[in-house]
């Protein structure tokens, strides 16, 4: 009974008995056979009927219930289609603005009434007519809950990591790093946990994240990327590591996606657009740019969307991140009451003087629904793009590897250069680089190898 609701019925009197049926069920009450239901006086007449001339008997086996519940789940989608179908031609039968923005709302409507699930959780009960042992087994299984990490140690280690259907709202000053942080905690989920991630940003387009995202994987520096102008080896690197970085994905059966929609899209939109994917992390950056049907105050339409990406939390089981604006002057979440209400967890730092000077964040935890609170930081290295746990020595990547030999490699051959114009024995055999090549042609005052 839990996998269906009056929605599943077309005619009006077989939603009649199926609401009598399931409140039988629902009070503990078995459910009559058919020939007494036929006599129920709680049914109307016209319901009554209907059983009787439909020959309708109760379905006892398993397996023949769920398939009449596929079929009804079809019928119901056929239904929302038809019905919202012929609700958008008749919009468009005056072609103004504002019968295309009905009839797209009502396209939007349908889209994600037909494609939302049809399951329901059921009243759990203990005591008489108890159903509550599966959940209490569930509760105390020894099995490691399937939890969301951040790739944070201090995170991770005291709070378990996020829960599904959790929304998470993250907070910073302007020039805090949020967008690193969205990319950041992205990488981590995939390249360390291996999630399917997808993050929506408003503020980036995709050649942007990628940027980003290369820069922070090929720990090459962000400037380097986004002028195209790359020290020697550096463009190489940021290939090789990506290559890893994909290659990874295909190995473990795991996405990174980035979306940048290119125009205002709803929170409905989103997970319209997203629910196929089957994403476990989704993050939004930022909240304040999400569209909206309304046109209520800001604080009234950023609670309206926080609910939203929390209600889409629930239906895709998954955890969804979204990012919002610190103000400097109060240290809280601008419009904060409405989202906070919503969220399972709520980050929030700033960036002042001393945390540049510092290069480290604290994150603030105003709300852990989950855990005890707590304050952790984070070392920000945004001429990468990275934030990374703080004093934490042993976390080296290949990147990091790549990038010191690159560095010995260049010293060594500067040192090598200067000995042969002292005319000292080189260890240089046959010159296989460009800068070996044009040795002959170069002022050593002017030589730079990690110019090249």
Known sequence: MALLNEFH????????????IAL???????????????????????????????????CEDETEARSLIDQLEQFRKLRVIYKGTRSVVENLQEANSESIGLALGELERVI???RSDYEETGIVTSGEGSNAKPVVDRVLSLDIPDRILTGFTKFDRLSGGFARKD?????????GGKSVMAEQLAINSYLKFSKNVALVSFEM?????????????????FSEVYLHKFKMGHRQRCYDQWGKFNQHGEDNGCRFSVWAPTVEVTP???????????????????????????????????????????LMANEQDCVVIVFAQLDEDTNKVKYSKAMRHHSSWVWKWAYGDEEKQMNQITIHQDKCRHSEQFDFDLMAKFQFMAFEDAGDATHVTDADTSAKEDNEKARDEKEQYKKKLEGEPVTIGKPKTRIERSLASVDVHDFDPEDE
């Open 9 to 20: 019925f077309g005619y009006e009197e077989a939603k009649e008995v199926f609401e009598r």
């Open 24 to 58: 039988l069920a629902k009070t503990g009450k078995p459910i009559p056979p058919m020939k007494v239901l036929k006599q129920d006086p709680a049914l109307s007449e016209n319901s009554k009927q209907f059983i009787t001339n439909d020959g309708v008997e109760l």
């Open 112 to 114: 994600v009434q037909a």
């Open 167 to 175: 929304l998470v709202l993250v907070a910073a000053t302007t020039g």
């Open 205 to 221: 387009d995709d050649d942007e994240l990628y940027a980003r995202l290369v820069s922070n994987l090929a720990r090459v520096p």
């Open 268 to 310: 409905q939109q989103v997970g319209a657009t997203l629910k196929p994917g089957h994403f476990d992390l989704i993050l939004v950056d930022y909240v304040g740019l999400v569209g909206t049907d309304n046109q209520a105050a800001l604080w009234e339409n950023l609670g309206s969307i926080t609910k939203q990406f929390k």
